[in-house]
């Protein structure tokens, strides 16, 4: 099993509508939870952070955190093509110690067409 | 407020050459990491690194890799002799707290 699970897409939403990312984790003990937009070519750029359970929202994203399930979810309102690029959820697990290692799962590609 | 820094940024070389990468963190940032992303695959933890220590090296190769941030000056990763496989984007990223990582621009190795 994964330690970290994303559904690779591609997800296709239309300009405007809401996009829906979500990440699964197997380490029940992780505390830090991160999602991260990388442009083709370019580096991953940090988009949101959380660390309790609930929502936390920033302008156009929410991010969802549920650690009885082991799930964190990334909403994205009134999608516009600059949003293509592939997510990364990253978790920072338990098992890594004192250290902040992240662990990444694989991405899911999203395309917003105009 | 300059972001993390990486040079260079596409780095070219031959089989059995030695490959260095440098990064530069964020200004107030002690903590840094390195993650590598082969073609078509995630982002891999490497190592973590503090002014002149290594805290955890657990994901790098056993063998030709290692890691340094001295007390003055740039991380450096270095890989000996590389291969083929050695072949993907090496990223750099820094924290102030150990907690959120910011990254740099990453270094795009071409082993020939």
């Known amino acids: 099993q994964k330690e970290v699970e994303q559904n690779s897409g591609p997800l296709s939403v239309p300009e405007g509508a809401i996009a829906s990312l979500n990440c699964t984790y197997s380490d029940r003990g992780s505390q830090s939870f991160f999602w991260y937009r990388q442009y083709s070519g370019k580096s991953p750029e940090l988009i949101m952070s959380?660390?309790?359970?609930g929502d936390k929202e920033d302008g156009r994203f929410t991010a969802q955190l549920n650690k009885a399930s082991q799930y964190v979810s990334l909403l994205i309102r009134d999608s516009q093509p600059s949003d293509s690029a592939t997510y990364l959820c990253?978790?920072?697990?338990?098992?890594?110690?004192?250290?902040?290692?992240?662990?990444f799962g694989s991405g899911t590609q999203l395309t917003v067409l105009p | 407020n300059a972001g993390v820094m990486q040079n260079p940024r596409h780095l070219v070389r031959r089989r059995g050459q030695e490959a260095r990468l440098r990064c530069s963190p964020m200004k107030g940032h002690s903590h840094v990491y390195w993650y590598r992303q082969l073609p078509e695959e995630g982002l891999k933890f490497m190592v973590y690194?503090?002014?002149?220590?290594?805290?955890?090296e657990s994901g790098m190769p056993k063998e030709r890799f290692s890691a340094e941030f001295p007390k003055e000056g740039p991380s450096i990763l270095r890989i000996q002799q590389v291969v083929r496989g050695d072949s993907a984007a090496y990223f750099c990223a820094s924290s102030p707290t150990r907690v959120e990582q910011y990254f740099g621009p990453g270094t795009r190795l071409t082993v020939t």
């Open positions: 959380i660390y309790s359970n």
């Open positions: 990253a978790v920072n697990p338990i098992s890594s110690g004192s250290a902040r290692q992240l662990t």
């Open positions: 690194l503090q002014k002149e220590n290594i805290i955890d």
